[in-house]
T-cell receptor
Framework: EPEVTQTPSHQVTQMGQEVILRCVPI?????FYWYRQILGQKVEFLVS????????KSEIFDDQFSVERPDGSNFTLKIRSTKLEDSAMYFC????????????????FGPGTRLTVL | ELKVEQNPLFLSMQEGKNYTIYCNYS?????LYWYRQDPGKSLESLFV?????AVKQEGRLMASLDTKARLSTLHITAAVHDLSATYFC??????????????FGQGTILTVHP
């Protein structure tokens, strides 16, 4: 069964360093998302991406964050200068569609990358 | 701004009992999702509810949606230990400029004990 994959599973970094989190969405999916979950809290939307550009972003997704689809399979989230409060689990998700009456807009989540900023 | 609230946040159940988790959302939504999360794991999709009156069942879990009341419920029948997990509901904004953004509730931590 197709699934979303993410690497690495755990990333430890020093404050101020750049990190890149990688995701491989399900191959026929066209819409990609990043969410984060601070330990013990709810899941929060960061950004959605379609047709090689950002569709929507949250207040959390400031200038320190960027997303990219460098090739036909990977989808990356970059944090330029990490802060302590960026420590969280980051989930990538993808969906086949995004709207209408189809159920193909169900979002499938990857296993997550746990980011620890020291 | 769409807000989603779940209750209860913590639920301790005895095996064999029934209970309901409630999910209220603040503005019009065209999709309501239920996810399960085991500790340290990802989100597993349980149900997608598309329209008013929708009811879906899988094993001991049944989800329903009332769009007029902006309420979804997740009913647990005859709970077993394997159902212990955190359950999230998530709603999607209807129309406008939203492109699939899901707004999650706080999650309900369910513990089923003998």
């Amino acid at each position: 069964e197709p699934e979303v994959t993410q690497t690495p599973s755990h990333q430890v970094t020093q404050m101020g360093q750049e990190v890149i989190l990688r995701c491989v969405p399900i191959s026929n999916h066209l819409y990609f998302y990043w969410y984060r979950q601070i330990l013990g809290q709810k899941v929060e939307f960061l950004v959605s991406f379609y047709n090689n550009e950002i569709s929507e972003k949250s207040e959390i997704f400031d200038d320190q964050f960027s997303v990219e689809r460098p090739d036909g399979s990977n989808f990356t989230l970059k944090i330029r200068s990490t802060k302590l409060e960026d420590s969280a689990m980051y989930f990538c998700a993808s969906s086949e569609a995004n709207g209408g009456l189809a159920t193909g807009d169900e979002q499938f989540f990857g296993p997550g990358t746990r980011l620890t900023v020291l | 701004e769409l807000k989603v609230e779940q209750n209860p946040l913590f639920l301790s159940m005895q095996e064999g009992k029934n209970y309901t988790i409630y999910c209220n959302y603040s503005t019009t939504s065209d999709r309501l999702y239920w996810y399960r999360q085991d500790p340290g794991k990802s989100l597993e999709s349980l149900f997608v509810l598309l329209s008013n009156g929708a009811v879906k069942q899988e094993g001991r879990l049944m989800a329903s949606l009332d769009t007029k009341a902006r309420l979804s419920t997740l009913h647990i029948t005859a709970a077993v230990h394997d159902l212990s997990a955190t359950y999230f509901c998530a709603a999607r904004n209807a129309g406008g400029t939203s492109y699939g953004k899901l707004t999650f509730g706080q999650g309900t931590i369910l513990t089923v004990h003998p």
